[in-house]
């Protein structure tokens, strides 16, 4: 069966089946046009019109003065506002009668109830509240006495710039945090801890100054306000006083954050500050707080919490966004008489991990079959939240939302269901949710390569088979780097394949300590490495590096390492020391009985549309290529890109072999260059790339490899079935860009009766941006199709050589055509010494691109 075809919903073909039964052939249904006349409308319209314009043409006629039209108007909106207002005095009473709690609630805005209101779990704590006023001074002292010891020096060591920063005045205010609701889990919870989710509220009228003396610059807040879900867990429960082992603290997701600023526009002057804004600020304070990132307070000694420094997630979920249908069209024309069609994407949120699909232009029934992968650290109380949304120039139209309760797809461990959307009248999503165990042994390691074909191919990305989880401790005895006797800025890069991620700086010290948290994806740990790059940030000079095969990780005991490593390139005596794990990432199915149903449990959203809509706006930050979670500003969508994404549009989703808009790969805490972790304002948004691709979700390579078999029908097909590409490779060391040069194809796959209208696609990967995206033009009715075209990719060539040239030749197949596909796929690294000189060559195309190799 082709890859291509629509998974139909329960119920759909009957009609088909019926006719096929009775021998009648059913006809084939029009396209649905793009506009559609709403003529009941149009009528509606023009008759309120004329009922508003005809009295105004008999005055006139009539001879009698303008002032009629205003007394009558006067005396009929009195009478219909007299009326109303008996009839909802009335309505109000009687409802008041029948149910006096639902009667107050109604004349109450939701979003002024507090939580223990709307959920009858979460209770009330007016004693904690009490008992926070009670010590809000002393709690204030310590706020003062953490920014004067701990936020002020940092502040200073983190730019030279910022050497005279000073705090001159901190008040917190009068106005205790308020704690509106609590709610204690006492289900799927370990008996070794207590979790407890705080609804706080915190409006305070503080006062906090700050200067830098440098710049003469004074700049302030006076008030903040701050909304959320806290959750708070004790653990581990000893047996020894104070009974709890330590306290973490963090959000599970962004809280609502307002600051009220005093001369920012003079702050955001100095140079080191000029790239921020006051919403790039905010975004950074809030994700600070949300989890992964968390606070630990530790109650006994470090022997006993040193468990709390390592977390291992509690599992990952595996997000396949396949299709919607019957969506809400929200394109209008001639002010809402003509009416459209939508351009649908979806938002998804797992905590502070935000994905964007791809848009799919003028389509209420529209396919993405994207894959994208999460972590959930805090099962009970986190949701999978979904919301679509149509793209337009201004601002895009809500078309619906869906919000899943994660405890519900861990029982379940495998769900593909239709979801009827929330908030809207009508649509309805197809997800594929699967629940994947972190097992700590490598027995089911080639089960899992096998399920996700990691054991064939060649290439480092793709769904994943195991999860990293990285502890990067320290450092001792450095070198100095370019000077001698001075201190380095130490940082660390760690990269897995294509991902990479980078640690905090330490400034003037060559024995840094950093206790951060990292997490990779694996795509095959018997294949892929884990590099460590100890780095100088103030000279751009490495200071050692260590190069850790993955499959020592599968030989040791439980998939675990923490030892202090000896880095190459450094000094005699350099160490880093890292505690790594591997967990092998096991989808396990529940046994069930043949009858039995399952549906995950739909939450409704606790926030309405126009708060959430006024609140967020869906724009998603595009990561840079060769570090794919260090966020760097989004690059612009010119105007070709958008006029050659067309051709594209209907595509199975591209490969992608990293995750740029992934937000929990580190555990981190965000340092000064985190600026774009905002989904909220960006000027400009593109789509996160799914991991599913023509090698993880072979829609076209099925529909490729099942021509091949056509093709063949018994016979033999020849050593490069696909046919082949000419390609010019080289580096510009003075241009610093990697140039391609596409020559021509030959013999190609007919992809039709009259042949193919073969293009060329190429993306250095893993860099999946459509501003990334090189393509030739459509070369028409030809298998031997000639492009000599020249593109550019601007890279360096020590950061090339850890890159891949995926190169595909497609059908284009005009417009609205469904003869659009996979012609043939070739994936080039391009770690070579040779790349400076270059090569011309002739390259077998194959249905996944995973085995190439030059023909001449």
Known sequence: ?????????????????????????????????????????????????????????????????????????????????????????????????????????????????????HFPDTERAEWLNKTVKQMWPFICQFIEKLFRETIEPAVRGANNHLSTFSFTKIDIGHQPLRINGVKVYTENVDKRQIILDLQISFVGNCEIDLEIKRYFCRAGVKSIQIHGTMRVILEPLIGDMPLIGALSLFFLRKPLLEINWTGLTNLLDVPGLNGLS?????????????????????????????????????????????????????????????KGKSDPYGIIRVGNQIFQSKVIKENLNPKWNEVYEALVYEHPGQELEIELFDEDPDKDDFLGSLMIDLIEVEKERLLDEWFTLDEVSKGKLHLKLE?????????????????????????????????????????????????????????????????????????????????????????????????????????????????????????????????????SNSGPNSTINMKIALRVLSLEKQARSPDHQHSAQVKRPSVSKDARKSSFKPQVPVSPPLDSNKPVPASPV????????????????????????????????????????????????????????????????????????????????????????QLTIRHSSQR??????????????????????????????????????????????????????????????PEVQRRTLDVAVKNSGGFLSKDKGLLGKLLIPLASEELAKGWTQWYDLTEDGTRPHGAS
Not at 312 to 333: C, M, N, S, W
Not at 756 to 781: A, E
């Open 1 to 117: 069966m082709s890859g291509a075809a629509a998974k139909q919903p329960p119920g759909a073909g009957s009609a088909d089946k019926a006719a096929a039964a009775t021998g009648d052939s059913v006809p084939e249904p029009p396209p649905p046009s793009l506009l559609s006349v709403d003529v009941t409308g149009l009528v509606s319209q023009f008759a309120r019109s004329f009922v508003l314009i005809f009295p105004v043409y008999v005055l006139g006629y009539l001879g009698l003065s303008f002032s009629w039209v205003l007394i009558a108007l006067c005396g009929l909106f009195w009478i219909r506002r007299h009326r109303g207002g008996k009839t909802s005095r009335l309505g109000r009473a009687l409802a008041f009668l029948e149910d006096e709690e639902e009667a107050v609630r109604l004349s109450v805005s939701s979003a002024d109830l507090p939580a223990w209101v």
């Open 278 to 338: 006051d919403t790039i600020i905010l975004d950074i304070i809030s994700n600070y707080l949300v989890l992964p990132n968390r606070i630990t307070v530790p109650l006994v000694s470090e022997v006993q919490i040193a468990q709390l420094r390592f977390p291992i997630p509690k599992g990952v979920l595996r997000i396949h966004f396949i299709e919607a249908q019957d969506l809400e069209g929200k394109d209008t024309y001639l002010k809402g008489i003509v």
């Open 435 to 567: 629940w994947l165990t972190l097992m700590p042994t490598a027995e089911n390691l080639d089960k899992v390569l096998t399920s996700i074909r990691a054991d064939k191919d060649q290439a480092n990305d793709g769904l994943s088979s195991a999860l990293l989880i990285l502890y990067l401790d320290s450092a001792r005895n450095l070198p100095s780097g370019k000077k001698i006797n001075s201190n380095p800025n130490p940082l660390v890069l760690l990269s897995v394949g294509h991902k990479a991620q980078e640690s905090k700086i330490r400034y003037k010290t060559n024995e840094p300590v950093w206790e951060e948290n990292f997490t990779f994806f694996v795509h095959n740990p018997k294949r892929q490495d884990l590099e460590v790059e100890v780095r100088d940030e103030q000279h751009q000079c490495s200071l050692g590096n260590l190069k850790l095969p993955l499959s020592q990780l599968l030989e040791s005991e439980d998939l675990t390492m923490h030892q202090r490593f000896h880095l």
């Open 638 to 725: 010119t105007d070709s890109d958008k006029k050659t994404d067309v051709a594209e549009k209907s595509q199975p989703p591209n490969a992608s072999p990293h995750w740029p808009t992934d937000l929990s790969r580190s555990s981190s805490s965000l340092h000064a260059s985190n600026f774009n972790y905002s989904p909220s304002h960006l000027s400009v948004k593109e789509p996160t790339p799914s991991i599913a691709s023509d090698i993880s979700l072979p829609i076209a390579t099925q529909e490729l490899r099942q021509r091949l078999r056509q093709l063949e029908n018994g016979t033999t097909l020849g050593q490069s079935p696909l046919g082949q590409i």
């Open 736 to 797: 610093n860009k990697l140039i391609v040069v596409v020559h021509s194809c030959r013999n190609l796959i007919a992809f039709s009766e009259e042949g193919s209208d073969p293009y060329v696609r190429m993306y250095l990967l893993p860099d999946k941006r459509r501003s990334g995206r090189r393509k030739t033009h459509v070369s028409k009715k030809t298998l031997n199709p000639v492009f000599d075209q020249i593109f550019d990719f601007s890279v360096s060539l």
